[in-house]
């Protein structure tokens, strides 16, 4: 990314974007979740240190939680009764999140987003 120039449409030059997909696992840990709970931490910290040091160069970084269950076909299968009660992400809606967060101006860049269906209770 840094070697490219950079464009877009804003006053200044963009380089790209990276997009960490994450959990609440990254902001607190919880009873059998210790390994899965340091990567999380891990990749919030580099999210940040990314966005801090290259950030100046035009390259967003952005930790995205993903505080939900996803709608895929398997999950849906699994789970009918959550699924139909949209308390599912649904995938769709959150690709077009991160498709939005790549096209963010360098003057507004996100760098924590939370998604969570409407019905999600806010686990933390």
């Not at 959990?23 to 940040?48: D, E, P, Y």
Request: glycine share 12%; with cysteine.
């Amino acid at each position: 990314m840094l070697a490219r120039e950079g464009g877009g449409d804003f006053a200044v030059k963009k380089r790209g974007t990276l997009i960490f997909s994450s959990a609440t696992s990254a902001f607190r840990g919880g009873s059998g979740t210790a390994q899965f709970a340091c990567g999380k931490h891990a990749l919030r910290a580099l999210s940040q240190s990314i966005a801090k040091e290259y950030g100046k160069q035009g390259i967003h970084a952005v930790h995205v939680r993903l505080d939900c269950v996803l709608d895929t076909p398997g999950y849906q299968k699994k789970m009918p009764e959550m699924y139909a009660a949209h308390k599912m992400g649904c995938t769709d809606d959150i690709a077009e999140t991160y498709f939005a967060l790549g096209q963010q101006s360098p003057l507004g860049w996100s760098n924590e987003v939370d998604i969570r269906p409407f019905q999600e209770g806010w686990s933390c």
